[in-house]
């Protein structure tokens, strides 16, 4: 028996040692199977992406071909009325030079152009983004640009015949020329060949005619064409990369909420069958208990019945220890069983409390009391400090017995011989009460809280010292706690102790009713009555 026993205890810690490298083994698969998919994935992305930089007209994606002649579209539509007002304006001052005829026509010719790319536009618009094809699109606008180019830069010809008589002819071509330029490109420039052939025409036809006049100030007029030219081109490209970022930015963010709500779904999915599992297995549990405790009960009775010797004497000494040993496991698996079922019986939802006025102070002396005997065998001194006269608490008298009694039962496995727990209870400020059980063990590294908040969890301490339990007498409280709308809290420093408060809310708090004050004259008229 002695050899069986030390066995047990030399093969426990070998098992703990397989099962945490066992852990870390597929731990570490799992983080390296995590990169490799980030790494395929992210390899992925960029091979899409370069796919479509190839097959792109622009160079990036070609739904960003798509979004730009969409703005293309929308901007030519908003000066759907600003242009035609700009032609107005600018052949009412050509009248000054030119014939009413000529003007009439250029007008006309403006009007025409401005009014196809309009109907282009509007037709663009009017098409769904499949049936686009950007190729023939982008050389429709392209054309049309071209066009109305050309037709600003028919009016320069108009007027050369008015530059010698120094009438300001000069001045008017010079600043026409600026304005059709700066409308161009603002109006073309998400595509920038439509916002270069829209121009170059007019800054072309006008450097020709300042030059052929061969004076010095026209060359000069020329040169400031061009470079305003120049510079109205840098701003466009300027213009069209800040789309083409907005653009970029937009699609990041549309894809950033597909992914979050893929995944989110995709969380809320996991999380709804693992709930449904997880009720499953509480519901199964939680109706289990007739069939697991039924043959633990006749383990339990047969095993004291041949350990007492009811039925005669055992004669071989092993036997003997055997029917110890089998009552002893018994029991523990007993225990066990319950407080799974307990737990199990919690998360399921059919835990049900019976409520009635208890007084909190005399249930935890009851209960330190029943501990005491199991205290004192590990030489360990329970400390009462309560606070009398409280009145009592709405709660489940066995509900709250079970709190105790675990707390304390885990403070006298966790605290070593000859040391101190200290079982406190008393009203907080706000009058709410509470019980606070506190030990001078080894305590709880902060780290390890949470792990031995849930269940099953247990510290290394615990797993170290290879003490009884399967971790879940404190999920048990807590739990418990939190049915009588408690506060549950555990501080704990290593080498100095731990501490669990629960806290009961003042609303379970029941408040002494004042005596009733009888009326001295209607008590005389019973009395006479009577």
């Known amino acids: 028996m002695v050899r069986a026993e030390g066995t047990a205890l030399r093969t426990r810690p070998g098992k703990a040692c397989v099962t945490s490298i066992g852990a870390a083994t597929n731990g570490d698969k799992t983080a390296t199977n995590r990169k490799r998919a980030e790494h395929r994935n992210e390899v992925r992305r960029t091979i899409d992406s370069q796919r479509e930089r190839l097959t792109s007209m622009t160079g990036t994606k070609p739904a960003f071909d798509y979004e730009l002649l969409l703005t293309f579209a929308q901007n030519r539509l908003s000066a759907a009325f600003v242009v035609p007002l700009m032609v107005a304006v600018v052949s009412a001052a050509a009248l000054l030079w030119i014939g009413l005829p000529e003007v009439l026509a250029w007008a006309v010719l403006m009007l025409a152009v401005h009014f196809r790319m309009y109907l282009y536009c509007r037709q663009f618009l009017r098409l769904p983004m499949a049936d686009v094809q950007v190729r023939n699109w982008t050389a429709r606008f392209i054309s049309a640009e071209f066009v109305g180019g050309v037709s600003w830069a028919a009016l320069f010809i108009l007027v050369p015949s008015a530059l010698d008589q120094q009438n300001g002819a000069d001045i008017f071509l010079f600043a026409t020329a600026l304005i059709a330029i700066a409308a161009t490109t603002m109006l073309a420039s998400t595509i920038p060949t439509a916002a270069v052939v829209g121009t170059i025409p007019v800054t072309l036809t006008l450097a020709a005619v300042y030059i052929g006049r061969g004076e010095l100030l026209f060359v000069a007029l020329a040169v400031m ?68 405790r039924t043959p633990l009960n006749a383990i339990l009775g047969f095993s004291e019945v041949m350990k007492g010797e009811v039925l005669g004497p055992i004669e071989n000494e092993s036997y003997r220890d055997y029917a110890a040993n089998i009552h002893e496991s018994g029991k523990h698996l007993l225990d066990l069983i319950n407080e799974i079922l307990d737990l199990s019986r919690i998360e399921a939802g059919h835990y049900e409390l019976y409520e009635e006025p208890v007084n909190l102070v005399a249930l935890v002396e009851e209960c330190c009391h029943l501990l005491q005997l199991k205290a004192s065998g ?127 809310p003042s609303s379970r708090v029941m408040e002494a009713l004042p005596p009733i004050e009888e009326d001295s004259g209607r008590r005389n008229r019973w009395l006479r009555v009577g």
């Open 225 to 292: 064409a061009i470079g305003a030219q120049s510079f109205f081109l840098i701003l466009a490209s300027r213009l069209y990369s800040a789309t083409l970022t907005m653009h970029e930015y937009r699609a990041e963010k549309d894809l950033l909420i597909t992914e979050l709500g893929t995944a989110k779904a995709m969380s809320d999915e996991s999380r709804r069958r693992a709930e449904e599992a997880n009720l499953a297995k509480s519901r199964f549990l939680a109706t289990m208990s007739h069939e697991l």
């Open 378 to 504: 590990k030489n360990i001194r329970i400390v009462e400090d309560y606070q009398r006269d409280m009145p009592r608490i709405w709660a489940d008298d066995r509900a709250i017995r079970q709190i105790v009694l675990n707390l304390v039962s885990n403070a006298i496995k966790f605290t070593p011989s000859g040391g101190q727990i200290t079982a406190r209870a008393g009203s907080t400020a706000d009058g709410a009460q509470f019980l606070s059980i506190r030990d001078n063990g080894p305590g709880i590294p902060e780290e390890e809280i949470p792990i031995v908040l849930t269940s099953f969890g247990q510290g290394a301490i615990a797993i170290k010292n290879a003490e009884q339990g399967a971790g879940l007498g404190l999920p048990i409280v807590q739990a418990l706690v939190r049915m009588h709308d408690g506060a549950f809290e555990l501080k704990s420093k290593l080498r100095e102790g731990t501490e669990v408060i629960a806290t009961f």
